[in-house]
């Protein structure tokens, strides 16, 4: 029988897509023979063509190669700000047959220090900002972009050899957490980065007059796939914001007449409340897409009215590189993943009998599809430990609770898995605890998810101190210590002092009853 969301499928387009049989640096070099001289990136005023954009990628993949003995499969970080020098070190890592590691440019240190040690990558690509975070790493060449080494390396005159990766070949490695807070990498192939970029394109029709506002990080699956990659698969062009503000944002709009805009629903109640941005033109805008938080309808609406435009929502996650939901232009629904897009199928589960439940029953959210990821790098058993099988078919539990209407569309209620979701960015209470615990006033703590208006939820902490900190130590220094040990959006906003932490016969720590004594309030 034909999935029920098929009623509501655009009109326009296939079902199905065929099973990409190329590489995702070939996409480059097909718009750089299409369109040479057209406007690849546009970055602080400064526009890099795509034919220029293939030289710059061939000097430093033959640099990475020969100067820095690169080989093929072989993981290099990347860790920066969104800037034309992030589009031409990720093209040159891949046109070098090697792995992309994207990385936050938020890490400090030691966060930085997990991922290099786990994905055992001996080459970096950074910002000069970030260069301090590499001393003392086991890192054997450390290119910084805009820097001497960037410009010796294009200099160099080093050409790339042949490419000889192939469509199921690692090539993309962005990491995720987990309830443990141990960082996994999601190992992702040409293959299934290609089924989501091509699906993404086709599905925001993105053509080569496309022009995107790239505020979204490209470090992150949705800036990745939907803000860079599917533009350069339709030769449009990419106007790059480094770091989030909305006026210049908007002005950035009027100017470049931007079409596409992806993004977190922070961004456009931030650009929305700007009496400034509002006073410019944006009205090219003809496609806003975004996720990772629900949209405030009250906002979708003062969205749609300045811009005619509908806020189009999906859902993904690092493991599915990005979109496996998606709403239909033509139908959207508000405050709602969407349906599944291409050759994408799913369920909702009972997370305890795997029962398959029916429209308007609550359960876990379950995938299955082509743009999964092929394994969790070096964690056989958590991978292992992901999937479920379901009529005989392997579907990847997502964690996340929600349920499907009567048309096939799926709602998010609640999470299996301990996760804040600030703003878009990802945050596990696990990976922060063992951050605070380091604390020499913190006897024991919790972290929780607390309401935020702008955020959607921000990081709250519930500390106990040890008995002779009680009454010294203050929020405020223990947030301002915070600073020094972790990435700014993983740092408590909050801070509750109780006497003790709620816990089971056993001695488990109950941090759902914290978190629901949370929103209860």
């Known amino acids: 029988m034909e999935p029920r969301h098929f009623r509501f499928w655009p009109p326009h387009l296939p079902h199905s897509l065929a099973a990409p049989s190329t590489t995702v640096h070939a996409l480059l070099e097909a718009a750089a023979l299409r369109h040479p001289d057209k406007p690849a990136t546009i970055h602080l005023g400064s526009a890099l063509s795509y034919g220029q954009l293939r030289q710059q990628v061939d000097a430093l993949a033959g640099h990475l190669q020969r100067a ?8 290099v970080i990347l860790d920066m700000q969104n800037s034309a020098h992030w589009v031409v070190a990720c093209f040159a890592i891949l046109r070098a047959d ?6 936050s440019p938020m890490n400090i240190a030691g966060e930085l220090a997990q991922y290099v ?11 000069e900002e970030v260069a301090a975070h590499f001393s003392g790493l086991p890192i054997e060449h450390l290119i910084l972009a805009g820097g001497k080494t960037w410009d010796d390396a294009l200099a160099a005159g080093h050409g790339a050899g042949p490419s000889v990766a192939q469509p199921d070949d690692l090539c993309m490695m962005p990491y995720t957490s987990g309830s443990t807070g141990q960082p996994k990498g999601c190992m992702h ?25 790239a505020t979204a990080p490209f470090f ?14 339709a030769g449009g062009s990419i106007v790059i914001q480094p770091r989030w503000d909305p006026l210049a944002a908007a002005k950035l709009v009027e100017r470049h007449r931007c079409t596409h805009w992806d993004n977190v629903p922070t961004m456009v109640v931030d650009l929305l409340s700007h009496p400034g941005a509002l006073e410019h033109d944006l009205s090219s805008l003809r496609f806003i897409f975004g996720g990772g938080a629900a949209m405030p309808e009250a906002i979708a609406q003062k969205l749609f009215d300045i811009c005619g435009v509908h806020y189009i929502e999906g859902y993904g996650m690092t493991e599915t590189i990005s979109q496996t939901h998606i709403n239909p232009a033509q139908r959207p629904k508000k405050q709602c993943l969407g349906i599944p897009t291409f050759d994408t199928e799913s369920l909702v589960i009972d997370p305890a009998s795997f029962a398959v439940l029916g429209p308007g029953e609550q359960g876990e959210i379950v995938v299955r599809g082509p743009q999964l990821l092929v394994g969790y790098w070096n964690n056989e058993q ?7 099988e379901i009529e005989g078919r392997r579907f990847f539990r997502t964690g996340d609770l929600g349920r499907m209407d009567e048309d096939g569309y799926f709602f998010i209620s609640d999470r299996l898995k301990r996760m804040i979701n600030a703003a878009g960015f990802k945050v596990w209470p696990a990976e922060v605890e063992a951050a605070m615990y380091k604390h020499p006033s913190i006897q024991e703590c919790c972290i929780v998810a607390s309401p935020d208006e702008r955020r ?10 040890k008995p002779e900190a009680q009454g010294k130590v203050t929020a405020a220094e223990i947030i301002d210590w915070a600073r020094g040990q972790m990435a700014a959006y993983k740092i408590p906003r909050k801070v509750e002092f109780s006497d003790a932490l709620p816990r089971t016969p056993s001695g488990k720590l109950q941090w759902r009853v914290l978190q629901e004594r949370e929103f209860a309030k």
Request: net charge neutral; glycine share 8%; charged share 15%.
């Open 117 to 127: 040690a786990d994905s055992d990558a001996k080459v970096a690509i950074a910002g």
């Open 456 to 465: 959607g939820e921000t990081v709250k902490l519930v500390a106990v101190l």
């Open 98 to 103: 090697a792995v992309v590691v994207p990385l």
């Open 382 to 388: 958590a991978y292992r430990e992901s999937w479920v």
């Open 189 to 213: 192939t040409h293959a299934t980065i290609l089924h989501n970029v091509i699906g993404s394109a086709i599905w925001k029709n993105v053509s080569p007059e496309s022009v995107a506002l």
């Open 220 to 233: 992150h699956v949705t800036g990745l796939v939907h803000s860079l990659l599917a533009l350069v698969y």
């Open 68 to 75: 820095c003995g690169v080989n093929r499969g072989d993981r």
